[in-house]
């Protein structure tokens, strides 16, 4: 526990009812207190860091001139609610935030009334806020809506589909864009550029909000308290959409935060006194390393190769690509449908684009998968980050549904690999294969399997024997093959790495179905929809019948926690795996054991 007494004006507010009973002058030590506090907090547990400090003052002064709960405050970006969370009654939970049955790290509806609007990506508070006022004033209802939109968020195509809609209404909105310069990476863009613009005599962005519809306010230091309170009193009464621009710095109030905006977006635990020290020793090897070997490799080998993200740069890998390869690397900013449809058009003109994506992210892009890459059958490679379980991120960013939505889709080759080395094989066969491709890793660190240096392949839709049991067949999906491999030598069990989710391996099926009495299939995908899925139609297909014990992610959300708790919950850890396959199969199992 934080020592409160160390924090007297934070130490009296339980709620922002408490901060308006603050003099107005004694905001800025507030703000102060707070910014400390944060940094105590995230740097004892962890978590999203340089966005919260960098909205402090905005977080105090809102919550001060609008009354909320009544007035909706609507964040995008969840990774800047820090403040707002510690200002509406859950400062001294504030360090269990992203640990199994702490704070969720992102605004959810369940966990606060102040919580107007679960967000966890980005770019959704100006059409939710717009929404919320359009039923409020139906309802003859008077409220403040206040979205505030940073980190980024301003450059996806849904916050311009809102602000073009708002522009046309009557609704009394106030969009906030809280203008960092920064999303994870900096910002790219148009757009960016043009806010960069700020500073000339000549109104740039005014004119740009001011054409759609918004009276346009700023831009204005969001780190000077007076100021804003005095813009936020007025704009408070104001009728109509209004946009106000301030300008923060992400980090702010932290040397190390400021100087190192990237690396202090999400942090551990640290020393705040040293901040985060760099780990020394060989550091293990994780799934995005691979992707991030194989993509520069891959194309020093193939010059049609382009590397695509939607402002992942760090976290998906393309780092050393977009060094070593300027002009193939695209950032398109948070515009993750257009960066699927930005390869579809490469693919055209005869280009191997690689999209490099979270799990999570591909679901904003699904039309464009649907439509623009896989209904014409066009050459452009998926490499899915994240997939799966993601822990301590939460719902809102779990991997759970990529193999459900994409193994529908006609012409998808679907791969979900077991190793490193695997993962490495799976993108080059991906790369080669001549239409739409689909490789999904997990978040982190493999088996530690040696990667080779080659760009060799897979024959497609060939899976993998490990071993040759009795009775059972254990058909294991991706990352799951570890505790498959121990409980398969525990029974005496066959065991197969699947390596492919579309096509299956159907011959292999078919003969494991004439010489075993029930299979097990088992991913870190929805079980609805997934890879055991497609194992039940294929052997329905061919009028066979066998029993299955399907083993994957419950049809429900996942909670926050270590990837650890997430599967242990969900049964997919060793003892779950073992108690769900002795308590389906208990005769199989004993016989196994008996004639071992």
Partial sequence: MIDLSRFPHLASIQSPADLRCIPDDQLPTVADELRRYLIEAVASSGGHFGAGLGVVELTVALHYVFDTPHDRLIWDVGHQCYPHKILTGRRDRITTIKKKGGLAPFPRREESEYDTFGVGHSSTSISAALG?????????????????????????????EALDHAGDLSAN???????????????????????????????????????????YTGPIDGHDVPKLLEVLHTLKDAKGPQLLHVITTKGKGYAPAEQAQIEYHAVSP????????????????????????WLCDMAAADARLFGITPAMREGSGLVHFSQAYPDRYFDVAIAEPHAVTLA???????????????????????????HDVAL??????FAIDRAGVVGPDGATHAGSFDLSFLRCLPNMLIMAPADEDECRLML?????????????????????????????TLPIGKADVRRRGRRLAILSFGAMLAP????????????????????LDETLLLELANNHDAFVTIEDNAIAGG??????????????????????????????????????????????????????????????????
Avoid: W
């Fill in 344 to 370: 579809a058009g490469m693919a055209c003109e005869g280009a191997k684009p690689v999209v490099a994506i979270y799990s999570t992210f591909l679901q904003r892009a699904y039309d464009q998968a649907i």
């Fill in 428 to 456: 080059s066969t991906g790369f080669h294969h001549p239409g739409p491709a689909a490789i999904r890793y997990p978040r982190g660190g493999g088996p530690g399997v040696a990667v080779r240096k080659t760009l060799d």
């Fill in 531 to 596: 890879a055991g899925s497609a194992v039940a139609e294929c052997l329905a297909a061919h009028g066979v019948t066998v029993p299955i014990l399907h083993l994957g992610l419950p049809d429900a959300y996942l909670e926050h926690g270590s990837r650890e708790e997430v599967l242990s919950k969900a049964g997919l850890d060793l003892p779950g795996i073992r108690k769900a396959i002795r308590g389906r199969f208990p005769q199989a199992v004993a016989l196994n054991l008996a004639s071992a």
């Fill in 132 to 160: 919320m006022a359009i039923a409020a004033q139906h309802k003859g209802e008077t409220r403040k809506f206040v979205a505030v939109i940073g980190d980024g968020a301003m450059t996806a195509g849904m916050a311009f």
């Fill in 376 to 381: 014409q059958n066009l050459d452009v490679t």
């Fill in 270 to 293: 640290f020393d705040p006194q040293a901040g985060v020290v760099k780990k020394t020793g060989a550091a293990k090897l994780t799934y995005s390393d691979v992707f991030s070997d």
């Fill in 173 to 215: 909105l106030l969009v906030v864009l809280n203008d960092n310069g920064m999303s994870i990476s900096e910002n790219v863009g148009g757009l960016a550029k043009r806010l960069e613009k700020r500073d000339d005599s000549v109104a740039v962005p005014s004119t740009m909000f001011e054409e759609l519809g918004f009276h």
């Fill in 484 to 503: 498959a491999t121990e409980i398969a030598t525990e029974i005496d069990a066959t065991l197969v790495n699947m390596r492919f989710v579309k096509p």
